[in-house]
């Protein structure tokens, strides 16, 4: 247990240091979010209700772009090598690395959401449901997204590939997680339904995220 | 004959050369049979003649997932078993189940057009299999972008156990959500809803289109054996040459 919460400290730690580039995420989200009146034009009418599926689309590519950080400096410097070859399972290390992941990337992505809502003409209870289903979907979008930070890692090839093979592992998490806040917002259909697949869809990754990722590790360093 | 016996590369290509004229004949003709009583079947008495489309379309879609049902156990024997000539049957399927799932994809269009009134629509059951279609490309894209086999074949097992998630979800989707697409008919509790005019074909059909793909994929299987001896051979005359 000690192992894990310390190299979940260190993970932050290091994350949240000069070059960690946690929260360069957060600016990437940020950016995506403005960029878009400029696509769709300035109409905060039409913004407010593509607001909820805009946010989800920036904290599903930010999450992305910031999982290759997940193995690859530690595969760079050989700690990966130390975590596999130590007697904690490295499942459970896998786990704890995306959990020390998501709490320095995906978090500040949740807490950032409110600002970027009033930036598209959100009302409170919008926001509100956009950063919940955010909280309830970003632990998914990490832990599918550390698969393929295994695989990058493992064969050496990053960028294109690793979101070619992750994204459509995300798609799930992104229907469910708009169709929850668009419920609260508007829609005749009850906001738990979807909100509880999201859920369901978290906790199935927390369990196969970790399991998949150990194996390509296992069988791809050398 | 046991299938670790079929381990040895050069016993595999021996074997399946035996077995592939017989099994390419009986694609044939079973194809044949399937099509003639497809294109002779009555014509439906809401959808006419497009209902002829489902010979085709079903069979596609249920390949498509068989496929990816062949790659997730050939990826166990990869993960597991080690077995030298599992690999080299999951990198060989893919391109052929990406090819029933286009198909199936590109059928279901056609089909909707003059039913449903639009070439697709996002339901579950149209979205889950668009998703399989994408990881099927994925892990091609993902075994062209390694060198060395035994490297991607590791990492394409691991996606294709994790991809393997999807298979109930295509399955299922029709009972889970409302969905344009109609639920299931044939494979349901309480017997086919079909009528036999229809069944019969379509289950002709569908063990054709099973057995052009064991055909397909025993040819492939073959190819990938073949490419990967002369890759060899290649190499070490590279590396003599250098020395």
Redesign the interface.
Known sequence: MTALAALIRRDIRIALRVGGGALIGVLFFLTVVVLMPFAVGPDLALLSRLGPAILWLGALLASLLTLDRLFMADHEDGSLDLIAMSRTPLELACAAKALAHWLAAGLPLVVATPVLGLLLNLDMVATGAVALTLLAGTPALTF?GM?GA??AV??H?GGL?MA??V???S??VL?FGVAASQAAIAGPLSFGAPFSILCALSL?SLV?GPF?AA??LK??LD | MSLIDLANPTRFLALSARVLPWLAAATVILLTIGLYQSASAPDDYQQGATVKIMFIHVPNAWLSMFVWGVMSLASLGTLVWRHPLADVAAKAAAPIGASFTFLALLTGSLWGRPMWGTYWEWDARLTSVLILFLMYLGLMALWRAVEDPSRAARAAAVLTLVGALNLPIIKFSVDWWNTLHQPASVMRMGGSTLDKAFLVPLLVMAVAFTLLFVTLHLAAMRNEILRRRVRSLQMMQASQKAA
């Open positions: 599918t698969i295994a695989l493992t064969l090839r590939l070619v093979l994204l459509p592992l798609i799930p229907i199935v196969i998949a194996a390509s069988h791809g």
